[in-house]
């Protein structure tokens, strides 16, 4: 069993930039790679970003390429997710997920728990 809860979200004008993070918790959190899923109102839910469990390796969304970076804290149980140039496109509810194996990284099929989610809004 694996709990995530989400924090950091909020509202920031285009440009700005915060920073997400997921605090974990249970016996196989460190040992799962983490992903960041975004879903926006009448959209489809959307990869952002995922780590490994020892984090050396990123993966990201290309809408986000450049401007978000995903980490990790193995001693805090955290993950973070770093938005920078926050455009109004960005603005939706942010997830953070465990990921279970079986497929891509980048397919939320492929994890098995979620974060309650984190609003972030982007004005322009």
């Known amino acids: 069993q694996v709990q995530l809860v989400e924090s950091g979200g909020g509202l920031v004008q285009a440009g700005g930039s915060l920073r997400l993070s997921c605090a974990g918790s249970g016996r196989s959190f460190s040992q799962r790679p983490m992903g960041w899923f975004r879903q926006a109102p009448g959209k489809e839910r959307e990869f952002v970003a995922g780590?490994?469990?020892?984090?050396?390796?990123?993966y990201y969304g290309d809408s986000v390429k450049g401007r978000f970076t995903i980490s990790r804290d193995s001693a805090k149980n955290t993950v973070y997710l770093q938005m920078n140039s926050l455009k109004p496109e960005d603005t939706a509810v942010y997830y953070c997920?465990?990921?279970?194996?079986?497929?891509?990284?980048?397919?939320?099929?492929?994890?098995?728990?979620w974060g309650q989610g984190t609003q972030v809004t982007v004005s322009s």
């Open positions: 780590i490994r469990s020892s984090g050396g390796t990123t």
């Open positions: 997920a465990a990921y279970r194996g079986l497929g891509p990284v980048t397919i939320a099929a492929t994890y098995d728990y």
